[in-house]
C-alpha cells in the first residue's frame, strides 16, 4: 500500500477489490489442492442446503450462468460428487443430487475455506470478524436489492 495513491487507498470500492483479488486467490489455491474449484463448492453447498434441483435452480442460487451449470454439473457428475437424473416432476428437466461422495469433498472444501478465512482476517480479532462480515453482508444485500 506504501506505492498506492492516498485517494485510491481511502476509497472503499478500491479496497474491496484489493481485498476481493486476493481473497479469490486464496480461495482458487485452497480448492485446487481438493481437486476442485470454486463453481464446484457453490453447487455442492447448494445441493446440500437446499437438496435434489434443477440445474436451472442451481445456476439461479448461485449465480452461474445456465451454459457454465452445464460443464460442472458434467464435471460433479464425472468425480461421482453428484447424481443426475430426469425429473419425474417435469420430464424436460434433470434433477440433480448430492452424494454421500459429494458431501464428503463438500467437508474437505470448507475446512479448507474455514482456513482461507483464517488466513484472510489474521489481523482482525474474533469481533472484529464478525463485525466486518455483518457490514460485508448489510453492503450487498442493499445493493442486490437494486
Not at 464435471?75 to 461422495?101: I, K
Request: proline share 5%.
Amino acid at each position: 500500500m506504501d506505492e498506492t495513491p492516498d485517494r485510491m487507498a481511502r476509497k472503499p470500492s478500491w479496497l474491496i477489490t484489493q481485498l476481493a483479488v486476493h481473497a479469490h486467490r486464496l480461495a482458487m489455491g485452497g480448492f485446487a489442492a481438493t481437486g476442485a474449484r470454486g463453481y464446484h463448492y457453490r453447487v455442492l453447498g447448494a445441493l446440500h442446503e437446499f437438496g435434489p434441483s434443477s440445474q436451472a435452480d442451481i445456476g439461479r442460487r448461485c449465480r452461474i450462468d445456465r451454459s457454465d451449470v452445464v460443464a460442472v454439473v458434467n464435471q460433479l457428475v464425472a468425480n461421482g460428487h453428484v447424481d443426475r437424473s430426469p425429473d419425474p416432476e417435469h420430464g424436460r428437466r434433470n434433477r440433480v443430487t448430492l452424494t454421500p461422495t459429494g458431501l464428503q469433498q463438500l467437508r474437505r472444501m470448507d475446512e479448507v475455506l474455514d482456513e482461507v478465512q483464517d488466513d484472510l482476517l489474521r489481523p482482525l480479532t474474533p469481533a472484529d470478524r464478525e463485525t466486518f462480515t455483518r457490514l460485508l453482508t448489510q453492503v450487498l444485500i442493499h445493493h442486490e436489492q437494486d
